[in-house]
């Protein structure tokens, strides 16, 4: 499986390198080639794996501890710049290679274009699975400047596939867009999202993460921000509402960290405690 890999410069917080005996596999996917505002997220995955090391390893209100779990971080996968086909492709490999060694996937992005190749993988294992997006925008466009594979095309790509989606945080669309989440009905609040999981009972499921869902008070290192985003309270709301469902998450990945754009480090930061506390919850026995 590792050939599906590429050597990281350095690995999440006390993550393994090989995936034997561990329950999630993170991996790494740096690449912004449809940015559409502001580029530099093919630097989150590793500066997510920089900010890692100022973690404490046990989060106190899970009452749980990395130490005591087992994961990997395999590396990144081996995309690059150019058109966003082969590079969603790659992901889609990537990821379909740890769903087959019996692994949790978990991508660190990366522009969120890359999220319908691990979906795709997802989706021919588990053509049942629940899309949960956690994300300040709609991501629904049928192309964006005539691309269909853009960043801004993801969701709509996934439901192409066959996805039911849950959204969360959603802020920002089109009009078309907001037009098509209303007759599909496929938002909800963070207070009622453990309600929208409960409906589909039993259903695996993905989900994404994209760091923008954060207001950019808190998270400015991200392509897209959008002003009235959650807070660290909201963020530990949605986890509490995917916990009792913990047990079904197949795949996840957190996506749009640009760290170029924060000088504070922090949007990596917080990025970094985000992904600690899925690890905890994905990871639990």
Known sequence: MNSEFEAPTARFIGAAAEPTGCRVAMFGAGYDGTASFRPGTRFGPNSIRAASDGLE?????????????????????????????????????????????????????????????????????????????????????????????????????????????????????????????????????????????????????YVTLDIDVFDPSLVPGTGTPEPGGWFWPEFRDAIAALAPHASRIVALDLMEVSPGLDPTGVSAVVAAKCVRELLLLTTQQ
């Open 57 to 205: 390893t046990y989060c106190p209100w899970l009452d749980a501890d990395l130490e005591d779990r087992r994961y990997a971080d395999l590396g990144d996968a081996p995309v690059t710049f150019g058109s966003p086909a082969p590079q969603i492709e790659a992901v889609r490999r990537a990821t379909g290679a740890i769903l087959d060694a019996g692994a949790i996937p978990f991508m660190l992005g990366g522009e969120h274009s890359l999220t319908g190749g691990a979906f795709a993988a997802v989706y021919e294992r588990h053509p049942d699975a629940v899309m949960v997006q956690l994300d300040a925008h709609a991501d629904l466009r049928e192309d964006y400047l005539g691309e269909p594979l853009s960043h801004a095309c993801v969701m709509r790509r996934c439901v192409d596939l066959g996805a039911t989606l849950i959204q969360c945080g959603i802020r920002s669309g089109t009009r078309e867009e907001w037009q098509w989440i209303r007759a599909h009905d496929t938002l909800c609040t963070v207070d009622a999202l453990g309600e929208a999981l409960a409906a589909v009972a039993d259903r695996p499921l």
